[in-house]
C-alpha cells in the first residue's frame, strides 16, 4: 500500500554513512541522488532494492522520531542489519530476536538512526 516514505535528516552526510551500512545487509542501497537544481541545493537520496523507496532529505527533523521497518528476507539478514547499523553509530533499541507478542515468526532488530529514529529489519519468515 505505500510507495515510498521520505524523512528530514539534521546532518544528511552522517545518515547517509549510517544508511549506507545498514542497508547492505538487506540487499538495499543507494540508487539515486536528486539533481541539486531539483531540490532548491537541498541534499535528496533514495534508496531502495530496485527502484528508490525510502528517501533522505536534507532538513530539520521531524519533531517526533519515527518508526520505519524494512523488510528483510533472512532472520541472518535481520543480525547483518543489527550489527551494521550499530558499527554505522546507531543505538540499540532491541536486539535481534523472535517477538511472538506480534505474530508467531515475526524476527526483528531495532536501533536508533543519527536522528532517533527507530529503525527495524524484520523478517516474518518461519524458522
Known sequence: MIDHIGIRTADFDRAKAFYDRA?????ASLLMMVPPEHTDGVKVGGYGRDRPVYWLSEGAPASEPKHIAFTANTR????AFYR???EAGGRDNGAPGPRPHYHPDYYGAFVFDPDGNNVEAVCHRPV
Not at 23 to 27: F, Y
Not at 76 to 79: G, I, K, L, S
Open 23 to 27: 542497508m547492505a545487509p538487506l540487499g
Open 76 to 79: 541472518d539478514e535481520v543480525d
Open 84 to 86: 551494521a547499523a550499530l
